[in-house]
């Protein structure tokens, strides 16, 4: 029988003839999913009697499984000459070098692969249908058989440890989890604006000063003014160090990618040796987040410098590729450098863009002599790609698929959907993020290859990798809440085919894998239960509608200021401004997750037809253009819930239309205003009433750090339409993030009263 479905939690009791024993049968639906998976009759118990066979290359694996089995159940294997058995046997035969199979049976569990990687993953799908812990408990594994191979080579995670600085346990803890998943990547990013976190023995300034910033930002960077803890941070991980977790990573198939920033992100090594600058001057290790224009001056001894680094880096980390990053370099010191403009003439160079491309190219041919390839942000296409380069997606994935169509293998982290820094829920009380909003099923629907790519083209795809910026991240735990379940859903996107992938059975199996991540002592985010609303126009008729991301317990929910006690069964009719609340409850009452809460302003506007001259960003469009007139209002924290509409440095015009004349005295509307991520309120809106040249103009002011508000005030007039024109902030002045770019525009609901 094939079961397509999850599967579930089951105890049975097994009585032999001797003595009655208690078995726990632990069947739960695979994360990843596999590719194929057969259901059989009959389990296979596991106690003591059992011997491990192994072929020499996979003993590894199997000394893995039999150390796990007696951690964590206490079984001390003890076979008998009818015992059973778990065999890993090698198969070239297996096309995949991922790939495995693993049949159970009553008497033997069979693992088969080609080499000990698709061991360990056959390994990880077996953990899944046992307990994490016995309890005293005998365990029982159902019988099956799986066939399964990875949908991309590159399985990927990433760690920020410049920002804030993470012990080695935790990074060891980190990995493991991340290989239970299937991820066979673990980007490690090693330094930053901020802090230098590998040892290099040959410029121990690096340990002594570039390792330590003097304070560190409190409150978000757009909070002002801003305010300083005053308290020394940093620290660095030894060489031993990090052969320890180089080797623990190997163990679990995890292949430990450093990156080293270049020529941006390096105010930290310039702090502490000043040559490698421009100016020559001394500056700090940076205390607050964004983007510096101290960069590494593209000498002759900064180059000696970054060689050296990299002889010390290679000799620690076994993989193929070296991340020199390449993202976020400010061309304001070269552009007063003698010495950056000389070379530019000497080497026939466009511009600054294309010392940049020189650069990384230098730097990509001396790693290459060490049998090392290099990743970079998508920047390192600016001015011409390095020849052998690959490219790491991350502004969307225009980069990707102009690396792609020239041949260069790419990997997807667009932040749209793999920037796990961002907001994951709409909850006013999550923790403290940079910003941006990226629920569970946002990545769970990532698609990794670019739809404008050709089936050739797509094979330059490796895979995608989730990314975890710590800026905002200041314990472990912190990191955690972040990652997971995100990273849950995205071991899915990477490893299953797309034909197995299904949302709804995915919620159910991550149910019980979160009560697997309990055990192992994961601080997730817990929105399984959260209560999510939309307000649905049909044919005039207004109604709200919730669901929850799990569908296992009831919703109920109140329209006014009592406790949510009614049970939802149909979408709630909206024929008045109203707040709603709701919430998921037990079968005791109990609510399982936080109270959700909407209001809804069912202003003169809603419901009126609306145009927009300007397409929204594709990111930040999630609700369409009648967001910005239904009555509710955007998060006042994030701008990448679905009522927040971007646009990126354009000039919009939005016209409302009446079916009837509507008497109008007021329009307000807000705009995110969250300068350092370069998201600016335009200066001034201007109205036009009724297609006439009749305008009326009013100046945006700023309320508080992360919003801005206009209202636009007229006479008492019967209005059929109206225009608005709200030009874009201008250009990015010098000294802000971003300096000399077109910033971002975000509108909020524009109320009509």
């Known amino acids: 029988m094939k079961h397509s479905n999850y599967l579930l939690f089951l105890i049975i009791s097994l009585f032999f003839s001797c003595e009655q024993e208690t078995i726990q049968l632990k069947e739960i639906g695979i994360i990843p999913k596999p590719l194929f998976q057969e259901i059989n009759k009959g389990v296979f118990v596991l106690d003591e009697n059992i011997r491990f066979i192994s072929d020499t290359e996979l003993n590894e694996v199997s000394d893995y499984l039999k150390l796990y089995i007696k951690e964590n159940y206490q079984v001390s294997f003890t076979p008998q000459k009818e015992s059973k058995k778990i065999v890993f046997t090698s198969n070239d035969s297996i096309s995949n070098e991922e790939g495995y199979e693993l049949k159970i049976e009553e008497n033997s569990i069979l693992i088969t692969s080609k080499n000990s990687k698709g061991a360990f993953y056959a390994v990880q799908s077996l953990l899944q249908l046992m307990p994490i812990k016995s309890n005293g408990l005998a365990i029982a594994i159902p019988c099956l058989e799986l066939q399964d191979e990875p949908q991309f080579k590159y399985r990927g995670m990433h760690l920020d440890v410049g920002r804030h600085f993470f012990s080695v346990d935790f990074i060891k803890k980190y990995i493991d989890l991340i290989a239970r998943l299937k991820m066979n990547t673990f980007h490690w990013h090693l330094t930053e604006d901020q802090g230098w976190r590998i040892e290099i023995k040959k410029y121990p300034k690096l340990q002594e000063i570039a390792a330590f910033r003097n304070e560190t930002l409190v409150g978000h960077y757009n909070d002002q003014p801003h305010k300083f803890d005053g308290k020394k941070y940093g620290g660095f991980y030894t060489q031993e160090q990090i052969k320890e977790v180089v080797a623990y990573a190997n163990t679990r198939q995890v292949t430990i990618i450093p990156e080293i920033e270049m020529p941006g992100h390096s105010q ?32 002759e001894s900064t180059f000696k410098f970054l060689e050296d680094v990299i002889d010390e880096v290679v000799a620690l980390f076994p993989g193929k590729y070296i991340h020199i990053g390449g993202d976020e370099a400010p061309k304001t010191n070269w552009k007063k450098c003698a010495h950056c403009q000389k070379l530019i003439k000497k080497e026939g160079l466009k511009d600054e863009h294309g010392l940049q491309s020189y650069f990384i190219a230098r730097m990509e041919k001396y790693i290459n002599t060490k049998g090392k390839q290099i990743i970079g942000w998508d920047e390192i296409l600016e001015g011409g790609l390095a020849p052998n380069a690959t490219v790491m997606s991350w502004r969307g994935t225009t980069g990707a698929i102009e690396a792609a169509k020239e041949g260069h293998d790419v990997i997807l982290t667009p932040g749209s959907h793999c920037y796990f820094d961002h907001y994951q829920a709409d909850n006013e009380n999550e923790p403290l993020a940079i910003g941006g909003f990226l629920p569970l099923e946002k990545v769970y629907h990532f698609n990794p290859i670019p739809e404008e790519l050709t089936d050739k083209e797509a094979t330059y795809v490796l895979g995608a990798q989730g990314n975890v910026w710590t800026e905002y991240m200041q314990t472990e735990k ?41 055990q192992l002592d994961v601080n997730y985010a817990n929105h399984m239960y ?17 669901n929850a991301t799990s569908s296992s317990y009831p919703i ?108 109008i005295n007021t329009i307000t509307t807000r705009f995110f205003n969250a300068n350092g991520q370069w998201i600016y309120a335009p200066k001034r809106v201007t109205v036009y009433v009724n297609d006439d040249d009749s305008a009326y103009s009013a100046d945006v002011s700023v309320t508080d750090d992360l919003t801005a508000k206009v209202a636009v005030k007229f006479k008492n007039t019967m209005v059929t339409s109206i225009r608005l024109k709200i030009p874009s902030y201008g250009i990015i002045p010098e000294g802000k993030q971003g300096a000399g770019h077109k910033p971002w525009t975000f509108i909020d609901e524009i109320i009509l009263e």
């Open 268 to 299: 930290a090594a310039i702090a502490a040796y000043p040559s490698l600058g421009c100016t020559g001057e001394q500056v700090e290790v940076a205390t607050k987040w964004g983007v510096f224009d101290e960069v590494y001056c593209p000498k």
């Open 478 to 518: 912190q990191v955690e809440y972040m990652a997971f379940p995100r990273v849950v859903a995205l071991s899915e996107v990477v490893w299953s085919s797309p034909e197995n992938k299904n949302y709804t059975d995915f919620i159910n199996r991550l149910e019980q894998y979160q009560k697997r991540l309990d």
């Open 556 to 663: 109920y929910y109140a329209t006014d200021e009592s406790a949510p006690s009614k049970l939802y069964v149909n979408p709630i009719p909206v024929d008045s401004s109203m707040t709603i609340k709701a919430v998921i409850l037990d079968s005791n009452a109990i609510a399982l997750g936080a109270v959700f809460q909407q209001k809804i302003n069912l202003h003169k506007g809603v419901g009126a037809k609306i145009l927009i001259d300007k397409k929204p960003h594709p990111t930040y469009n999630a609700g369409g253009k009648n967001a910005l007139i239904n009555g509710i209002s955007g998060n006042n924290k994030r701008y990448g819930d679905k009522e927040w509409l971007g646009f990126s440095g354009e000039d919009i015009e939005i016209t409302i239309k009446f079916e009837n004349p509507t008497n």
């Open 530 to 546: 959260s209560v999510k609303g939309e307000l649905k126009n049909t044919e005039g008729n207004l109604t709200y509608q919730l």
